[in-house]
């Protein structure tokens, strides 16, 4: 069998032959074993020549590397262009955004993204810092959490349709008693979750967790109404402090720091983090508080990304052999943060790659060092490109 590319017998199935894909160049066919043709699949667009190059896959970090701010960055969108099968291999590469941001829907964010850039992304390409917790569903599906970060409601509604059916945001306890947090004027419906819109009894409907998805917008409001949920006796608002945790806690994205458009870097999710850490030492005298993290460089960030270019590999190539891939599949990580993206992609095994668009700028990170620096994405997809060319089968 050739490495990387599922074989299937060109008589077992004609019909999938017939339907998804194109036969090989003559030149490739005879380097086939008899009666063996292999699975290929046409891009669909100006580049119908090109078939798949499974074997080796990318991940990208879009702030500080395909665009910053709300612009997009030239060799972003050339990098992306190149990806799609406009390379010295002709062939399509799979890859997939991974991002620690969030706030949004993957569809919304995968929409952006295209727009900026004019190359298109599906959802199934988007990996945001809360897509993994999706699989939380399976524990919290009907139970009551308080979910903190992004504008308004906007996170709530995409915590409910990842399945968490009973929702509730800070925003909607300060609408129950605007004491909870006196320094805003007190929400107003349009401001407020499905949930809270029903104005809950929050001393008498207790918490199960507390989720945190995006960048808080309100770092005092946050900070209160998380702690307050964290150590209440029963998890019920109002009711007496005690000096433990009394519900889980998930955060995702843990980054410090971020790349937009102003011209140093600004506070991340990761800010909040650290002062909900401190709030929490200073009010319970060190006790100490638990919390599973997401988002890069968290092992589950890699593992669901993986599983998203299998979910490609699949759609580009049907039957294609999923343990045979991963035994020659070689993943490639583009970021510009050493501790997220090139800390995350050493962890999972994957080759790094640091560019100098975004929160870094210097020669290598003695911390985390990336398998290679370069200026900016698009030296860094033509150095994956060239050095997979000798991989091509």
């Given at each position: 069998?050739?490495?990387?590319?599922?074989?299937?017998?060109?008589?077992?199935?004609?019909?999938?032959?017939?339907?998804?894909?194109?036969?090989?160049?003559?030149a490739?066919?005879?380097?086939?074993?008899?009666?063996?043709?292999?699975?290929?699949?046409?891009?669909?667009?100006?580049?119908?020549?090109?078939?798949?190059?499974?074997?080796?896959?990318?991940?990208?970090?879009?702030?500080?590397?395909?665009?910053?701010?709300?612009?997009?960055?030239?060799?972003?969108?050339?990098?992306?262009?190149?990806?799609?099968?406009?390379?010295?291999?002709?062939?399509?590469?799979?890859?997939?955004?991974?991002?620690?941001?969030?706030?949004?829907?993957e569809?919304?964010?995968?929409?952006d993204?295209?727009?900026?850039?004019?190359?298109?992304?599906?959802?199934?390409?988007?990996?945001?810092?809360?897509?993994?917790?999706?699989?939380?569903?399976?524990?919290?599906?009907?139970?009551?959490?308080?979910?903190?970060?992004?504008?308004q409601?906007?996170?709530?509604?995409?915590?409910?349709?990842?399945?968490?059916?009973?929702?509730?945001?800070?925003?909607?306890?300060?609408?129950?008693?605007?004491?909870?947090?006196?320094?805003?004027?007190?929400?107003?419906?349009?401001?407020?979750?499905?949930?809270?819109?029903?104005r809950?009894?929050?001393?008498?409907?207790?918490f199960?967790?507390?989720?945190?998805?995006?960048?808080?917008?309100?770092?005092?409001?946050?900070?209160?109404?998380?702690?307050?949920?964290?150590?209440s006796?029963?998890?019920?608002?109002?009711?007496?402090?005690?000096?433990?945790?009394?519900?889980?806690?998930?955060?995702s994205?843990?980054?410090?720091?971020?790349?937009?458009?102003?011209?140093?870097?600004?506070?991340?999710?990761?800010?909040?983090h650290?002062?909900?850490?401190?709030?929490?030492?200073?009010?319970?005298?060190?006790?100490?508080?638990?919390?599973?993290?997401?988002?890069?460089?968290?092992?589950?960030?890699?593992?669901?990304?993986?599983?998203?270019?299998?979910?490609?590999?699949?759609?580009?190539?049907?039957?294609?052999?999923?343990?045979?891939?991963?035994?020659?599949?070689?993943?490639?990580?583009?970021?510009?943060?050493?501790?997220?993206?090139?800390?995350?992609?050493?962890?999972?095994?994957?080759?790094?790659v640091?560019?100098r668009?975004?929160?870094?700028?210097?020669?290598?990170?003695?911390?985390?060092?990336?398998?290679?620096?370069?200026?900016?994405?698009?030296?860094?997809?033509?150095?994956?490109?060239?050095?997979?060319?000798?991989?091509?089968?």
């Amino acid at each position: 069998m050739l490495a990387g590319r599922r074989i299937v017998s060109a008589t077992a199935q004609p019909q999938l032959l017939r339907r998804h894909l194109h036969l090989c160049t003559p030149a490739a066919q005879e380097r086939l074993q008899p009666g063996e043709l292999a699975l290929r699949m046409s891009a669909g667009d100006d580049n119908s020549a090109c078939d798949w190059q499974l074997q080796t896959a990318v991940a990208l970090d879009i702030d500080g590397v395909l665009v910053r701010g709300k612009r997009a960055l030239d060799e972003g969108r050339r990098a992306l262009q190149m990806l799609s099968g406009n390379n010295r291999l002709r062939r399509r590469i799979p890859f997939v955004l991974l991002t620690n941001g969030g706030g949004v829907s993957e569809a919304d964010k995968a929409a952006d993204i295209s727009r900026l850039l004019g190359v298109e992304i599906r959802p199934e390409q988007v990996v945001l810092a809360h897509s993994p917790m999706r699989a939380l569903t399976s524990k919290y599906a009907q139970k009551h959490v308080l979910v903190v970060g992004g504008k308004q409601s906007r996170c709530a509604d995409i915590a409910q349709a990842y399945g968490f059916g009973n929702v509730s945001t800070p925003n909607d306890v300060v609408a129950w008693n605007p004491s909870a947090w006196p320094f805003m004027q007190p929400p107003t419906a349009d401001q407020l979750s499905g949930q809270g819109a029903k104005r809950r009894d929050y001393a008498n409907d207790p918490f199960h967790a507390v989720m945190v998805f995006h960048d808080s917008f309100d770092f005092g409001r946050d900070l209160q109404v998380a702690t307050d949920v964290l150590r209440s006796a029963n998890a019920t608002l109002g009711s007496e402090f005690v000096n433990r945790q009394t519900v889980p806690l998930y955060m995702s994205n843990s980054d410090l720091i971020f790349s937009n458009d102003y011209p140093r870097p600004r506070f991340g999710q990761g800010a909040y983090h650290v002062c909900l850490r401190a709030m929490w030492d200073a009010l319970t005298a060190g006790a100490p508080l638990k919390y599973t993290l997401f988002g890069k460089p968290n092992k589950v960030q890699y593992q669901y990304a993986e599983r998203l270019l299998d979910q490609i590999a699949l759609a580009a190539v049907p039957g294609t052999d999923l343990p045979q891939l991963h035994a020659c599949r070689r993943i490639f990580a583009i970021g510009d943060n050493p501790a997220a993206d090139i800390a995350g992609a050493n962890g999972a095994g994957w080759t790094s790659v640091l560019v100098r668009t975004g929160v870094f700028d210097g020669s290598n990170d003695a911390t985390h060092p990336a398998h290679l620096v370069t200026d900016h994405v698009e030296d860094a997809v033509n150095w994956i490109i060239e050095s997979e060319l000798g991989r091509r089968i």
